[in-house]
């Protein structure tokens, strides 16, 4: 198991382009749809938790699925903990090599054509990602069923959009900062479903 997790956040830190966010629809379809290590609804919990968190979001989402994948393969804490490491060197030691590797290259070649049409076909490449992210969180673990148990139009929903629409004009439009979008957001959640109950 432990060789396996390595070998597949290897395979996603080597071809992983555009950092943390490009990289999550990377991980969601290696972990939760071909391996089935952790489940939908664990994999937005680990990417929720791992925006909050300190530190680059990618490694934060290798460090916590590493735990829970072998947690949920009822492994020991421990084992787990040991897992958590695994993942988060495999993640990172191909970019650790590569950019040895590029500094060493990258100053000498960066004003040639060639160099400069790759690097726009990987600033390409990093949009897509970005927007393959963003379709893969757009599920009802993260926004909510859309009806309710008796047949009924689920008003989580339409929160959870209102919320999501609200925090990207904030951010994208007025640049308010990452931290009051993230804190708000918590605090209308939190009031809406853990103290009003919707």
């Not at 432990?2 to 490009?22: A, E, P, S």
């Not at 958590?84 to 650790?96: E, R």
């Not at 990093?126 to 893969?136: D, E, N, P």
């Not at 599920?139 to 009924?152: I, P, S, V």
């Amino acid at each position: 198991m432990l060789l396996r997790l390595f070998w597949c956040f290897f395979k996603i830190g080597l071809f992983g382009f555009g950092g943390g966010m490009g990289i999550v629809a990377l991980i969601q379809h290696d972990v939760v749809e071909k391996n089935k290590w952790i489940t939908d609804t664990q994999f937005t919990d680990i990417v929720a938790i791992s925006q909050m968190t300190p530190g680059p979001i990618g490694i934060n989402a290798a460090t916590y699925v590493g735990y829970t994948a072998m947690a949920n393969n009822g492994q020991c804490r421990s084992k787990a903990v040991i897992s958590s490491l695994v993942t988060s060197g495999a993640l990172v030691l191909p970019s650790f090599i590569l950019m040895i590797v590029v500094s060493i290259f990258f100053m000498r070649y960066k004003d040639n054509p060639a160099v400069k049409r790759v690097l726009e076909l990987i600033r390409l490449t990093v949009s897509g990602l970005f927007i393959a992210t963003i379709l893969l969180l757009c599920n009802a673990q993260t926004f909510g069923e859309l009806h309710t148990a008796d047949g009924g139009f689920n008003p989580q929903v339409a929160i959870s959009i209102a919320i999501a629409v609200v925090s990207l004009y904030a951010g994208y439009v007025k640049k308010v900062s990452p931290i009051a979008v993230v804190a708000c957001a918590g605090t209308v959640g939190w009031i809406c479903y853990g103290w009003l109950g919707i």
